[in-house]
């Protein structure tokens, strides 16, 4: 399966080990939200999405939200996404 952010990693030459050991998003047009780095979902709704970080939680809302995928450590959300928030 292609990791999108190990692709990234591996053509960087220098890179903070602080910002490799975190978590990684990335927001695409609003519509899509790849994580990689989470810790576990917390809630799960059509309107609400949150999951836990390393130094927290993150909480997306939105309309028509699910996950399109789910694994150990990356998750991507689909739907109308208007907010994404670091607690």
């Not at 292609?2 to 053509?11: A, D, S």
């Not at 970080?53 to 450590?73: A, D, H, Q, W």
Request: aromatic share 10%; net charge neutral.
């Amino acid at each position: 399966m292609f990791n999108f952010f190990e692709e990234i990693k591996g053509q960087l030459r220098r890179v903070d080990k602080n910002l490799l050991s975190s978590y990684n998003m990335v927001n695409l047009s609003g519509t899509i939200l790849y994580v990689e780095g989470h810790l576990g979902l917390t809630v799960l709704s059509p309107t609400v999405i949150s999951f836990k970080i390393k130094k927290g939680r993150v909480e997306v809302e939105g309309e028509n939200l699910f996950l399109s995928e789910l694994s150990s450590n990356t998750l991507k959300i689909e739907g109308q996404i208007k907010r994404v928030e670091e607690f």
